[in-house]
């Protein structure tokens, strides 16, 4: 993926948790059909590129435990649905990526079906197995609970009188495959090639950390190495990007493979900030320490970033509900380097916290009683009528969250210092005062200054004259000469 190719890719993409999103057959449960009539509104929006959940055959409300690659679980729809979404999202110019699941299956899949029936059947190896008298001696019975996965226990029965046992860290019906078996390599390219002959344009790559074993992570790297070439011979502007959650540090040696992998560090440093009112972590100086860790691995890398996401406290019950906090959070994100993702329902304020079935609340497009397209597959907790103002009241409030969201991705993609996605162009601003966070984005076409309020607090500031065209400044922002007045959580733009 050279410079070129990612001129091409999305400047903005957005998350979709395909159940909770619109209900176009009305049987209570987002699918297929429901994002495709909803494409103009992402395109009127701004967005460039979705990422969709899984669709696959599942017996889960989240269809990461994946029984079929390739077909469609018949409340998402069908694959003339799937091919049908393809064609009006590319007629759009908007871009489809698949959560593909690939560190593990559900155990209801043929191949863990046949896995389980014992040692000498074909499939017994597409999973990791062990006795408990090898798994003790290797010291791997136990694993600590991480961000990702509360499973201490990994190590499984598939049934009574069994020898040995098989692995899985994040559920019991989830086995692991083994990656080390050529066989299941091949599967999963295969796979691959169906979808992007199928018209994707790429995929985000669920649990890529996991890819291997705990005890085995230094595979991994050379593992997605090779995933991503066998992609590309197939096509070769296939944008894929890796769900690592861990640190900047241990991040860095996925880019080898993974051009793309989403910046953990940056989504819970801007949570903190609307959290406390506080730069505790510093993150325009960590940007670039992170910047640099990447780039010695792939000097072509891109930093996917994001608020949170399906499995993260939403950023509006962060935010506590107050908008201008929101406002906030989305001038960072669209502001910051990187390839921003939003998670649906951000864009007007969507509240939620565990369990995850909280944070994938349906979306408000209208009030209930003229609201045809909101799920109702679960009662909502946090987002209801009189709790989350309904997008079609959004759209005809001009200082709503959903305006100042428009207004701002417009703004990222038409000032080139803002749209540069790779290599993240970010310097310190020189302004030093703990109530802002302030920074430039050198561009040959014009370097751009972003100051933003971190507090509710107004803020005055002195600037350099170099900076003259304001791009954006808010309502309660005043500019005197090198004098610049910062409203509570305002914002100043200028180039």
């Known amino acids: 993926m050279n410079n070129k190719e990612q001129d091409n890719n999305p400047k903005v993409f957005y998350e979709i948790f395909i159940r909770s999103f619109c209900d176009a057959n009305h049987d209570g449960k ?19 590129g979705i990422w969709i959940t899984p669709f696959f055959k599942s017996n889960s409300n989240h269809k990461y435990d994946v029984i079929d690659y390739k077909y469609i679980d018949p409340e998402c729809g069908t694959m003339q ?22 560190n593990h299956t559900s155990s209801q899949h043929y191949w863990f079906q046949e896995a389980k029936k014992g040692k000498d059947n074909p499939y017994r190896n597409y999973y990791n197995w062990l006795t408990p008298d090898q798994i003790k001696a290797k010291g791997i019975a136990e694993r600590e609970k991480t961000a990702d996965s509360n499973e201490t226990n990994p190590w499984h029965w598939a049934k009574k009188g069994d020898e040995e046992k098989y692995y899985g860290m994040f559920w019991s019906e989830m086995p692991d495959l083994n990656m080390d078996n050529p066989k299941v390599r091949e599967e999963i390219y295969e796979i691959g090639r169906f979808w992007l002959e199928k018209g994707v344009d790429g995929f985000r790559m669920d649990a890529a950390k996991h890819i291997y074993p705990d005890w085995e992570a230094d595979k991994c790297h050379v593992f997605w190495e090779e995933f991503r070439a066998t992609m590309e011979a197939i096509k070769p502007d296939v944008y894929i990007v890796g769900e690592v959650w861990t640190s900047a540090e241990k991040i860095a040696p996925f880019f080898k493979g993974l051009k793309a992998n989403f910046n953990f560090d940056l989504c819970f440093a801007i949570q903190d900030i609307v959290k406390t009112g506080k730069d505790t972590k510093d993150i325009v100086s960590m940007l670039i320490r992170n910047y640099a860790l990447f780039s010695k691995e792939n000097p072509d890398f891109v930093d996917a970033t994001m608020l949170s996401n399906h499995d993260q406290v939403r950023i509006g019950s962060i935010a506590d509900g107050n908008i201008e906090k929101l406002k906030l959070a989305a001038n960072l994100l669209l502001t910051l380097p990187g390839n921003p993702y ?43 009528d009189s709790k989350t103002t309904p997008l079609k009241f959004q759209i005809e409030d001009e200082n709503s969250l959903f305006n100042h969201y428009k207004k701002m991705i417009a703004l990222r993609k038409t000032v080139p210092a803002l749209a540069q996605i790779s290599p993240p162009n970010l ?4 302004i030093v005062n703990k109530k802002l966070v302030s920074f430039i984005r050198p561009h040959q076409d014009g370097d751009v200054l972003v100051i933003q309020n971190i507090t509710s607090e107004s803020v005055e500031v002195s600037l350099k004259n170099k900076f003259e065209d304001v791009l954006l400044s808010s309502n309660d922002s ?8 910062l409203g509570p959580y305002g914002i100043f733009v200028s180039k």
């Open 478 to 485: 005043k500019l005197e000469g090198k004098k610049l007045k």
């Open 30 to 48: 987002g699918d297929l059909n429901g994002i495709t009539s909803k494409l103009d509104y992402l395109q009127n929006l701004g967005i460039e």
């Open 81 to 102: 649905d799937i091919e049908h979404l393809l064609e009006e999202a590319h007629r759009r110019n908007i871009k489809v990526l698949l959560d593909f699941v690939i």
């Open 342 to 384: 939003l998670y649906y329902g951000e864009e007007i304020g969507m509240k939620g916290k565990k369990p995850d079935e909280n944070i994938r609340e349906a979306f408000i497009w209208n009030k209930r009683s003229d609201d045809n397209d909101r799920t109702n597959w679960r009662k909502p907790v946090y987002n209801t």
């Open 427 to 430: 310097q310190k601003s020189g």
